[in-house]
Each structure stands twice: as structure tokens, then as C-alpha cells.
């Protein structure tokens, strides 16, 4: 019995002995109870469980979202399972919000635009929630929503919450945190959910598969290449925009837009029954600002009254669930005792041409998968 554990209260004499029945029990742990560190480092001493957080959450609680979103991206395998079912406690309340994904090449002004279309949003009632998916951000130390670009005004404002990229990972861990990120901010009760991403890499793919309108930001004058679009980019998108249209640019601007209009109309449209827009604007000026939030709301009409929106919902949550299962399969026969040993042996019979890559295959799925039957 330690010490610890059983502790004699003060008021006992000194050398009292077992006559004085009563002793302090240290009260045990709720379970998945998480502590948090202050910024400082100090241990605020303050437990969570994750009813409490969700009850939080629930109420717009800032700093209980910001500690769900923190749970969500840790790494460590002791708070997976809090940070699980506190996502299950939120989902029931989550999916009310217009999700939008933001691509285009570093330096088109994305940030710059968020910030702006986030104030007009914030200004007119909305909550607005920016998320951004940089799998380089931990090289780079954020190039969206890092140094560059701190969305001062909007990230000042009550109805804002903003939430750089999660550091750290593969692309597809990264999008995973935003994905569950999502579910979150909206059980917080924002509504209108903005994700910037870099266009490298297949960073936009995955937003596209995570928003229910996706936009691309240009700018004018330079050729696709130039601009680092890779081909199939335009055909993910509900709407190009293109940006800093104002002064000398404003005809090139013009120009561009025209371009662009004819090859998008050459492209099948992402989403069923709507045909990608193409619009000018200057984020520094605000130009475009209200064209763009109007097109978002009536592709938000349209596409709920086709049913296309909900569909798009559906298909987004199984091919989610799909990878989730993928991945899982795929990082447990790696990851097993056996097939760690077997595989660098057999590696090396396949590459003296001992054996078939389908024999050596088939040897390995094989022990994986009797394992399982046992
Ligand atoms: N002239 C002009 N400059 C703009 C406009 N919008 C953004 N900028 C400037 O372009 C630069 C890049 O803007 P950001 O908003 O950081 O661009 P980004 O696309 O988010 O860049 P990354 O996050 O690095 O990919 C900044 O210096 C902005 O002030 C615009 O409409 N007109
Ligand atoms: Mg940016």
C-alpha cells in the first residue's frame, strides 16, 4: 500500500497508529480522463472527460473545441480512443455547414481571400471556421496560415475560429484529422467551413473529396503551367476564380477568364448538373467578394434541390469509410510480427528470381490471413 495512495490526514496526531480508522483515499482516474499542459508547460491539473469536452464543444466552448481538435491530430495511441468517442458524441450534431475547399498555387492569394470572404460571412452572421490541409507544413512550418498570412482580422473575431493544418504525418493522415476537424466545428455550430490547401501534391484531391464545393484560385495572365496547375485540377472544380483582377491586371483578368470558360466548358462538370463558373476578383480590394458568396449559395441551391449535394455527402462518407478500412488493413499486415520477418527474406528470393512475385505474395497474404482463422 503506498503512501500515495493511502494518505493519513493532518489532523491525526503524530505516530498515530491503525486506532485512527480514517485515511484519504487518492480518488482514481475517470476513465479516458486527459490532462492538459498550459501553454507554459505547467499542468493545469484539469481533467476532461470526453462527456465534458462534447458538452463543450456543444457550446462553443473555445477552448474545449481547441482541445477536441488537439486530441483528434495527436499522434499517440492514448488518445485515440478519447479522441473516438468524442467524434461519436459529436457527430449526431454535425453536417450543418456549406463545406468549401480552396486550391491554387502558393501565392495566388487564398488566405488573403479567406480572410476576406470569412469577414463578409462573419459580418452577415455567419460562424466561420477555416481549416487548412498542407501535408508540407511541417517542412515549411506552415506556409498556409503560418507566418505569411495570420488572418488577423478574422481570426480576432467571436464567429471565427481558425485552426492552421495539422503538422506532421502522411497527406493522408493530415487529411484524416481535417476530415474528423470538420465533424467538430460543426457540432460547434459553424456553418460555413472554409479549407485552404496547397495545390501540390494530391493534397487537392483530398479536400475535393472532403467539400461540397471546391474552388481554384488563379491568377491572370499566366499559362496553366505557370501557374502549377496539374492537369485533372480543373476538372475537380465548381468554380475558378481569378484573382488580384484590379488595376493594369483588370483586362488580363478579363482575358484569362474567357480562356478558362471555354476549357472548363470542354470538361465534364465534377459536380452532376453544374457547370463550373469562372469569375474575376481582388481579394485586397474586396471586388468579387459578394459575386463569389452569391455563386456558392446558388450552387448550394441547386444542388440541394437535385439532391445532387446529399448524394455527393453519401458517397464522400463511404469512400472515406473505404480508405479508413484500406488503410487499416494495410498498416496491420505490415505491421505483423510474422510477415515483418517472412517479407525481407522472401524480398530477396524474388529478387534472385527463386520465386514469383505472386507465389512470394500469395506465401505472405496466405500467413496473414490463416493467423486470423484461429
Ligand atoms: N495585388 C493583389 N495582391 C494580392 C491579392 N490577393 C492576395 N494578394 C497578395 O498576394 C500575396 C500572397 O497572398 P496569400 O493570400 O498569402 O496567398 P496564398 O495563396 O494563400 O499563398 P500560400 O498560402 O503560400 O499558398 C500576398 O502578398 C497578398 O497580399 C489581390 O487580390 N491583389
Ligand atoms: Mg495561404
Wanted: proline share 4%.
Amino acid at each position: 500500500m503506498s503512501n500515495e495512495k493511502f494518505k493519513k490526514p493532518e489532523w491525526q496526531p503524530q505516530g498515530g497508529g491503525d486506532e485512527y480508522a480514517a485515511k484519504i483515499v487518492k480518488s482514481a482516474e475517470p476513465a479516458n480522463a486527459v490532462k492538459f499542459n498550459t501553454q507554459n508547460g505547467k499542468s493545469l491539473n484539469t481533467e476532461f472527460s470526453p462527456v465534458k469536452i462534447i458538452e463543450g464543444v456543444r457550446n462553443n466552448n473555445r477552448a474545449l473545441l481547441a482541445r477536441a481538435i488537439t486530441l483528434i491530430e495527436s499522434n499517440s495511441a492514448k488518445h485515440h480512443e478519447t479522441a473516438k468517442q468524442i467524434l461519436n458524441g459529436l457527430l449526431p450534431y454535425s453536417g450543418n455547414s456549406l463545406r468549401i475547399g480552396i486550391t491554387g498555387m502558393p501565392g495566388a492569394g487564398k488566405s488573403t481571400l479567406i480572410e476576406e470572404l470569412g469577414v463578409y460571412l462573419v459580418e452577415r452572421g455567419h460562424k466561420v471556421a477555416v481549416l487548412a490541409v498542407d501535408p508540407s507544413s511541417e517542412i515549411s512550418k506552415g506556409s498556409i496560415l503560418g507566418d505569411k498570412t495570420r488572418m488577423e482580422k478574422l481570426s480576432g473575431h467571436p464567429n471565427c475560429f481558425v485552426r492552421p493544418s495539422p503538422a506532421g504525418g502522411t497527406l493522408g493522415g493530415v487529411a484524416r484529422k481535417t476530415r474528423e476537424t470538420i465533424t467538430v466545428v460543426e457540432a460547434a455550430g459553424y456553418d460555413t467551413v472554409l479549407i485552404e490547401t496547397v495545390g501540390v501534391g494530391q493534397s487537392e484531391t483530398e479536400v475535393r473529396s472532403m467539400v461540397d464545393f471546391f474552388l481554384l484560385v488563379l491568377i491572370p495572365g499566366a499559362g496553366d503551367e505557370l501557374q502549377g496547375i496539374k492537369k485533372g485540377v480543373m476538372e475537380l472544380t465548381d468554380c475558378v476564380l481569378i484573382n488580384k483582377a484590379e488595376d493594369e491586371n483588370s483586362t488580363k483578368a478579363e482575358i484569362s477568364k474567357r480562356d478558362y470558360e471555354n476549357a472548363l466548358h470542354y470538361l465534364r462538370p465534377y459536380t452532376k448538373g453544374w457547370e463550373p463558373k469562372v469569375i474575376t476578383a481582388s481579394a485586397i480590394t474586396g471586388k468579387g467578394i459578394k459575386e463569389l458568396w452569391d455563386l456558392i449559395k446558388t450552387f448550394e441551391e441547386e444542388t440541394k434541390k437535385s439532391f445532387v449535394f446529399f448524394e455527393n455527402r453519401k458517397l464522400q462518407t463511404l469512400s472515406w469509410t473505404k480508405k479508413i478500412i484500406e488503410t487499416g488493413l494495410k498498416e496491420s499486415f505490415y505491421n505483423d510480427d510474422e510477415i515483418k520477418q517472412k517479407y525481407p527474406m522472401l524480398k530477396e528470393k524474388i529478387l534472385a528470381g527463386e520465386i514469383t512475385p505472386t507465389s512470394a505474395a500469395e506465401d505472405l497474404l496466405n500467413s496473414f490471413l490463416n493467423k486470423r482463422k484461429t
